[in-house]
């Protein structure tokens, strides 16, 4: 009895060691093991979440954010890292289409991409397309101006700096320019305040 315990015990230990990568444009967080709870957080493509328990069909995970809930297992994939923090590209447009090669008109778009997903970027590209790699290892292709590439994540400094062009433009009467978020430092406010 004492032995089923403890293989009990080790099997949830190294189940909550689990990474996994979010492979779904938006994978919707449920309070329980059914899509017909109550949906209690989003995590967007790329994300890697920690698998705190799981089966064939559920798993019960935790975003970087702190959210908890449960995703279909099959909209996820079984991470050694975390995906899209180093060589990575943000989308930057409302969406991005994703290829299987460098073409609009070939084939339909592997996936569709909301604002803000992260993708790992690959060694090739053009003037028009970045090569990036997926969560699942497969190679496909973004148009450039759909992301940014090169993204790196804010840190503390990086978001006062942030939080102060936003100020900066507020208090001289004018709105942050629609794309402050991806442009640098030396951004214009809309209304021609400058922000610093």
């Known amino acids: 009895m004492r032995l089923a315990v403890l293989l009990a015990a080790t099997a949830v230990a190294v189940a909550q060691d689990r990474a996994a990568t979010v492979t779904h444009p938006v994978a919707n967080m449920f309070s329980r093991a059914s ?20 089966d064939a069909k559920w798993s019960r995970v935790r975003t970087p954010d702190g959210y908890t809930g449960w995703i279909e297992s ?10 899209g ?10 969406f991005a289409h994703v290829y299987r090669e460098k073409s609009i008109t070939r ?38 101006g759909d ?12 978001m006062i700096a942030l939080s102060r062009r936003f100020w900066d433009c507020r208090t001289r009467g004018a709105e942050p320019h629609p794309s402050a978020m991806i442009v640098p430092a030396s951004h214009r406010c809309s209304s021609g305040g400058e922000a610093s």
């Open 85 to 94: 923090n180093t060589n990575a590209a943000e989308v930057t447009s409302l």
């Open 107 to 144: 084939h339909q778009p592997l996936l569709t991409l909301p604002f803000e997903s992260r993708l790992e970027l690959g060694s090739g590209s053009d003037e028009r397309w970045l090569e990036v790699i997926l969560p699942d290892s497969r190679s496909a292709w973004v148009q450039r």
């Open 74 to 83: 099959a909209r996820l994939v079984q991470a050694e890292r975390a995906y």
């Open 35 to 54: 899509d017909d709870a109550d949906v209690v957080s989003q995590a967007l493509f790329g994300t890697t979440v920690s698998v705190l328990e799981s």
């Open 147 to 158: 992301v940014l590439s090169d993204v790196q994540k804010l840190d503390v400094t990086g």
